[in-house]
């Protein structure tokens, strides 16, 4: 490992390939924190950002086994033991065959478990697991949570909602844990937020929002920043809502 990463701020990010995660990348990486990257699929060579299959963590987060061997993975790679950032944001958000929404009745308990053990139980596991080098750092935990996770969404399924509601939760819980370690946890709700991700029909959600537009992912980045720097010092255990005031 070089001088430069021992003396750079740490982020370890999930779901980091489009939309806030990519984002989240930028913002990051602008303000010369080292940003570790964690997602199913290998180190792209087209990797937009400078980083290096070092800064690159293959998992699959549906599975506990394989999570778990990738956080050793993960606390081999931090220097000096120590991590500043942990900003939890891959979820998988299942649809029917024609791309509709499955609720509650529709859902099959194989997906139920799929999509928790993502949503909920991976940040849990990895926060948990790297609780050492968090306390270490004196780090931020972020839980990206949903709008969906406290309202019936109209594309958002049944299974996802429960997993981000459950989250919001969570982070109450960890904050009350975390904190007594100097760890700070925080989650962010987005709302509707311009990503390739879209579901048909997002438009007309938007004359429903105070704001009149859908948000930025750059946006979203820039709070998830500021819940992981000194200008939140004492904010734990709070949900920020991204969403243009839909949730008025």
């Known amino acids: 490992m070089n001088t430069n990463n021992q003396e750079r701020r740490t982020l370890i990010l999930t779901g980091a390939s489009r939309g806030i995660g990519h984002a989240t990348v930028k913002r990051f990486s602008s303000a010369g924190w080292r940003v570790i990257t964690c997602s199913r699929q290998a180190f792209p060579e087209d990797c937009p950002w400078e ?16 999570l778990t061997s990738a956080i050793q993975d993960i ?17 998988i958000s299942p649809k029917d065959d024609k791309g509709g929404r499955l609720g509650a009745i529709s859902t099959d308990a194989d997906l139920w478990q799929q999509v928790f053990q993502v949503n909920f139980f991976a940040p849990v596991m990895l926060a948990k697991g790297l609780v050492e080098e968090l306390q270490a750092a004196a780090g931020s935990v972020v839980n990206v949570t949903s709008i969906a996770g406290s309202r019936v969404h109209p594309f958002a399924g049944a299974a996802y909602a429960t997993s981000k509601a459950a989250l919001a939760a ?13 760890v700070r946890v925080n989650a962010i709700a987005p709302g509707e937020i ?9 438009d007309q959600l938007v004359q429903e929002i105070p ?33 243009g005031g839909q949730h008025v």
């Open 51 to 66: 980083a290096g299959p070092e800064d690159h963590v293959q998992v699959d987060l549906s599975s506990p086994e394989n």
């Open 75 to 91: 606390r081999g790679r931090l220097a000096g033991g120590r991590l500043e950032a942990l900003v939890n944001n891959a979820a």
């Open 170 to 182: 969570l982070t109450r819980e960890m904050a009350s844990d975390f904190g007594p370690l100097g």
């Open 194 to 202: 311009d990503t390739a991700i879209l579901s048909p029909g997002t």
């Open 211 to 243: 704001m009149r537009r859908l948000g930025a992912p750059e946006e979203v980045a820039k709070t998830i920043y500021y819940l992981c720097t000194d200008q939140s010092s004492y904010v734990t255990g709070a949900e920020i809502h991204i969403n």
